[in-house]
Every structure is written in structure tokens, then in C-alpha cells.
């Protein structure tokens, strides 16, 4: 099993940054990745970014490129989310995952492990 913890969400300003924190514990995996997701209410579940585990190789939505940046820490088992020039559609509640194996980090299938989520409001 694998815990997933997010913290950083808030409320901002538009144009404002924020940077969110994922730590993992329990028995993580090395071979597949850690992803981004968001989801505002009365929408699907969508891809933000993610980050391959041993390559470092990132990944990013159109919607987000240029803003947000992916990165990782394996010795403390932590994926961060640093978002900068936030919008107001960046309201979500963002969730990180873990992947046991590498492929379509854009997919939610890929992703075993969610954590609980923390809310990002963006005010205009």
C-alpha cells in the first residue's frame, strides 16, 4: 500500500503562485511515475502534469505549460507542484497519484494510488 498526503492548496489571487506537495509513504514504487490531477466541481477528473520516477522526464497539459512546474524528491518520497500566473480556472481540488508502471501519464487508468486531494481557489 501506498499513502499519499497533498498540501499547499489555498485561496490566491489571479496572477499569484502556489506550490503543492505530495509525500508518499508506505511501500513506494520505483518503476512508474507520479502525476497531477485536478477536478472543479460538475468536471471530469483532468490530467495537470506528472513526472517520470528514475528519468525525471515531465510531462504537462497545454492549459498548464509554461506555469506549472513538476519536480521530485526521491529521498523524501515527495512530488511537488509549483504553479505560478495562476487563472481563475485553476479553481480545482488537485489530486497527486503514483504509478506502478510508466505509460499514458495522461490517463487516470495508469495511476494506482490517489491521494486525498487539496482544494486550489483561484479569486479573480
Known amino acids: 500500500q501506498v499513502q499519499l498526503v497533498e498540501s499547499g492548496g489555498g485561496l490566491v489571487q489571479a496572477g499569484g503562485s502556489l506550490r503543492l506537495s505530495c509525500a508518499a509513504s508506505?511501500?513506494?514504487?520505483?518503476?512508474?511515475?507520479m502525476g497531477w490531477f485536478r477536478q472543479a466541481p460538475g468536471k471530469e477528473r483532468e490530467f495537470v502534469a506528472a513526472?517520470?520516477?528514475?528519468?525525471?522526464?515531465?510531462y504537462y497539459a497545454d492549459s498548464v505549460k509554461g506555469r506549472f512546474t513538476i519536480s521530485r524528491d526521491n529521498a523524501k518520497n515527495t512530488v511537488y507542484l509549483r504553479m505560478n500566473d495562476l487563472k481563475p480556472e485553476d479553481t480545482a481540488v488537485y489530486y497527486c497519484?503514483?504509478?506502478?508502471?510508466?505509460?499514458?501519464?495522461?490517463?487516470?487508468?495508469?495511476?494506482?494510488?490517489w491521494g486525498q486531494g487539496t482544494q486550489v481557489t483561484v479569486s479573480s
Open positions: 497519484a503514483v504509478a506502478r508502471y510508466s505509460g499514458n501519464y495522461h490517463s487516470t487508468s495508469l495511476y494506482t494510488y
Open positions: 508506505g511501500r513506494t514504487f520505483s518503476s512508474g511515475g
Open positions: 513526472i517520470s520516477w528514475n528519468g525525471g522526464t515531465t
